[in-house]
């Protein structure tokens, strides 16, 4: 076992400010982000905000920026990292903890769910490829954190996380609305010479932009 310094940058909502926290943790081969973050909670400093769940990739609350990049912190090993902030570009709660109820709900309203699904039977399900992939989105917004166009408070643009829902809708059979033009509507156009916006869990964020653009 070894010990590690890990810088956290903290927000204190009653002051309205940030500032850096450095705390000691202990290390084993193979630890993650989010097993310091814990052990600094259990051990050190209750007052962290952060958020988890499933602790293994599967429920994406636990996204953060992690030396700059946004990343799941159960999937980040922690031997690396130096520095773990909040997700860029969404709106501040407490510590690393962001609001992403607000972003959620400047979606509703846009039916992200199959429109005009047809009663008859389907048949031998043949699903394409890019759909599976994008289906295996775990909507931890890292994506909207990378996308350099985002700004939470412009309601024209909702980042690539809407146009990962689009194309899952594009690409499914049953699905008869015209996501295209809702694509449109919410500015994919400014994505165009852009493609910045990464996912750290594999899904084609490249893939989904061009099934709607094309």
Known sequence: MTHK?????????????????????????????????????????????????????????????????????????????????????????RDLAVDRGSYFKKLSGLSLYPVGALDNMLGTLREDPLHRNLMSCLECLCCVSSCPEHDFKDSSFAGPYLYIKLAQLHLDTRDTADRRAQAVEWGIKRCAGCMLCSCPNGINLHGALASLMS
């Open 5 to 93: 310094k890990l810088r956290i940058l903290r927000f204190d909502p009653s002051a309205a400010n940030c500032r850096e926290e450095v705390f000691t943790v202990a290390m084993q081969p193979g630890d993650t982000v989010l097993q310091a973050l814990i052990d600094i909670y259990d051990r050190q400093d209750s007052t962290l905000a952060f958020r988890y769940s499933c602790r293994y990739n599967r429920c994406g609350l636990c996204g953060v920026s992690v030396d700059g990049r946004p990343r799941l912190a159960c999937k980040t090993k922690l031997d690396r990292v130096d520095e773990v902030a909040p997700l860029a570009g969404l709106p501040l709660l």
